[in-house]
């Protein structure tokens, strides 16, 4: 719309009454008297000056209003850039910019009016995907980006009559449910779950995710809004830990455990530092005759006077990595010691060794500044790796087997039969030793025996040496020294031993003139 437009006509026309006596004057200009063409002389100069005087005040008001109409055009222009930048400061900082979900500071604040203002008892959803770092590592972020808007759509279309979603990072999700029970929230959350693992349509190709849910309560499990995603997130990772894919409620107990967990991880990051950690050794002995041939370096750690099993520590080390700098210090450990008695006697060691270890590029390096620093000859060295090794790369822990190897050290599988075996991978690993679980042992009189007598069988076909874990009585060694099982480690034979009792122990069993 043009400016001139919004000028009243009339203003334009102002000059015309002091035009209208300009004839007059010319009328006077052109009588005979005078007087009257004076008259007439002045009337045209006064019409002159009075149509200058107008056309100047009509300019200075045309130009006002034009300014003025200006400004107004202007003004509604920059209240609508000031309107769209409110709108994306208010994006910003509260709506994350992939899914458009609340992010997590606008979550917070949401959550903290709804329970200022609830009377009623609500939950609270914590998702966590499943197989996203899957489809990240192996696809791509660009898939993975495009998993987590589908994702973030679904829970918006999912009738769950909730306004607050939020993206709280990564790929985990939170949604707070009003006035729902637990019943009703693991319902919901079921149903999540069966939207978030229909397959994503990505690049023609379906990708499939799950999800893990954890549910807390307000006012049941927490009053706060921290609390309450903290015991949702809780119950979320003990879900995906014991059954992915499923639906967690939090509980007391599992805050329990939690904690328990917790003081675990903190003391094992300082527990060599602490000097906590001690190794003792079990022997293993040569079937028939009672003679140890190695010993079985075994962890222990003592926390504030606490003794805590290997079994509900070594986990948490794996989980949280310290299981690098404990695994070396446990081979650095093992190796001085036996380079004390093994040269002497001819015994070996074995140390075991999480699957986590052997996949890391620097353990080879680590074998070898613990073979080189202790002087042990690699051949006294035996590296145990659980069975769970049959569930990760092959072929890349078949080569670091094989580097092993080709040093001289010795491979053994432990607690053979609990988990993954197959005979194909056992045969493509070809390790040197393998050790039969000591559960088998104890079943000796029921279907042990049959399945110890056949993984004899198999030993002498893939030609490995066994050993049987667990011996507790006379009856089993003799059993399984009948069945041809090579070595027995046991408590029939000795618990484990601490390392100044190790030279007693050696005395009282290797006869002087061996
Ligand atoms: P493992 O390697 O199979 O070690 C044998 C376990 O059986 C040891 O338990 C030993 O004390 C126990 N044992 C030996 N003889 C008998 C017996 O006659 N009866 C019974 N009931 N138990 C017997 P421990 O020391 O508690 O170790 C448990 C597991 O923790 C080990 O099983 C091993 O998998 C792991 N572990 C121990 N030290 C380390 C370590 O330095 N690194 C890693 N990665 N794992 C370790
Ligand atoms: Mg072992
Ligand atoms: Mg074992």
Redesign the pocket.
């Known amino acids: 719309m043009s400016v001139r437009s919004f000028i009243p006509q009339k203003l334009l026309h102002s000059a015309s009454p002091v035009t209208g006596a300009f004839p007059g004057s010319i009328c006077l200009l052109l009588s005979d008297e005078y007087a009257l063409q004076l008259l007439g002389i002045l009337g045209i100069s006064f019409s002159f000056v009075m149509i200058i005087v107008a056309k100047k005040s009509a300019d200075f008001t045309l130009h006002t209003l034009v300014l003025k109409n200006e400004n107004a055009v202007l003004v509604h222009h920059m209240e609508e850039q000031v309107e769209q930048r409110t709108q994306k400061i208010y994006e910003l900082s509260n709506l994350d910019p992939l899914t458009g979900l609340f992010n997590r500071t606008a979550f917070l604040s949401q959550l903290k009016s709804v329970i200022e203002t609830s009377e009623k008892s609500f939950a609270l959803l914590f998702i966590d995907l499943d197989g996203f770092k899957k489809i990240n590592d192996s696809i791509g972020h660009k898939a993975g980006y495009e998993v987590l808007r589908q994702t973030a759509r679904r829970l918006n279309e999912c009738p769950l009559d909730s306004q607050l979603i939020c993206r709280w990072g990564g790929d985990e999700f939170l949604v707070a449910l009003e006035n729902t029970d637990v019943a009703t929230a693991v319902k919901n959350a079921e149903l999540v779950i069966e939207m978030l693992s229909e397959p994503h349509n990505i690049e023609n190709s379906a990708l499939s995710v799950s999800a893990t849910i954890g549910v807390s309560l307000y006012p049941d499990h927490a009053v706060s809004e921290d609390r309450l995603i903290q015991s949702a997130d809780m119950a979320m990772y003990f879900q995906k830990k014991h059954a992915p894919s499923s639906v967690g409620v939090f509980s007391k107990q599992l805050e329990e455990i939690y904690s328990h967990e917790l003081r675990l991880k903190n003391g094992l990051s300082v527990a060599i530092e602490k000097q906590e950690l001690r ?2 050794f ?1 022997p293993l002995i040569l079937s028939g005759n009672h003679k140890p041939i190695a010993f ?5 750690w003592n926390l504030d006077g606490e003794s805590i ?3 509900a520590f ?1 986990a948490i ?2 989980q949280y990595g310290f ?1 690098h700098t ?2 070396a210090w ?1 081979l650095r450990q ?1 190796c001085l010691q036996a380079s004390q008695w093994g040269r002497e006697h001819h015994l070996a060691v074995c ?4 699957v986590i ?1 052997l996949q890391d590029e620097n353990f080879l390096a680590i074998v070898d500044s613990a073979l080189s620093n202790s002087l042990l000859p690699a051949g006294l060295l035996h590296i ?1 790796i ?1 069975e769970s090794v049959f569930a990760s790369d092959i072929s890349v822990i078949s080569n670091q087997i094989k580097r092993l190897q080709s040093r001289g050290i010795k491979v053994s599988i ?2 053979f039969g609990t988990g993954y075996s197959s005979l194909s991978v056992m045969q493509e690993l070809a390790v040197n030793v393998v ?1 039969i ?2 559960s088998f ?2 079943q000796m009189n029921s279907n042990g025996y049959a399945i110890i007598s056949a993984v004899m069988h198999i030993a002498s076909l893939l030609d490995f040496l066994v050993v049987a ?4 009585t006379e009856e089993q060694a003799l059993e399984l020294s009948n069945l041809g099982v090579h070595f027995l ?4 034979y000795s ?2 031993i601490e390392i100044e009792d190790i030279p007693a122990y050696l005395n009282g069993y290797i006869l002087p003139n061996e």
């Open positions: 190794v003792v079990q079985e370096a075994l962890l222990r099993p290997p079994d070594i080390a794996e299981i404990i695994g446990v093992a140390v075991n060794v999480s270890q145990e659980t432990d607690d050790k679980d000591r042992v104890s874990e667990g011996v507790e480690q046991g408590f029939y618990r484990p």
